[in-house]
């Protein structure tokens, strides 16, 4: 059973940075999609940023000049590195994987992201 762990969110001042890692369990091989997605309270999840097996990234438009999406093939993991963020950014992350055999989408649990002074 594919799993996904989610870390490195926490509490950051506007103007800061995090990066965020999720360590994916119960799979084999890189061919699968790894993404990042957000939901803030009262708000629909969106896309952050996803990444294909052979490193193809795709960003939400408003947040690829702050953001980086990065994996590890052969561990299993990817990274979302965040700069310069804003009290907008304060949401709860999480790690996505697609496989498109089958068409399956797997989350994690989720990491909050907070940005307040």
């Known amino acids: 059973q594919l799993q996904l762990v989610e870390s490195g969110g926490g509490l950051v001042q506007p103007g800061g940075s995090l990066r965020l890692t999720c360590e994916a369990s119960?799979?084999?091989?890189?061919?699968?999609?790894m993404g990042w997605y957000r939901q803030a309270s009262g708000k629909q999840r969106e896309l952050v940023a996803h990444?294909?097996?052979?490193?193809?990234?795709t960003y939400a438009d408003p947040l690829k000049e702050r953001f980086t999406i990065f994996r590890d093939n052969a561990n299993h993991m990817s990274y979302l590195q965040m700069e310069n963020l804003k009290p907008e950014d304060t949401a709860v992350y999480f790690c996505?994987?697609?496989?498109?055999?089958?068409?399956?989408?797997?989350w994690g649990q989720g990491t909050q992201v907070t940005v307040s002074s």
């Open positions: 119960g799979i084999s091989g890189p061919a699968y999609r």
């Open positions: 996505n994987v697609y496989i498109s055999v089958g068409s399956r989408d797997f």
């Open positions: 990444i294909e097996p052979d490193g193809t990234t």
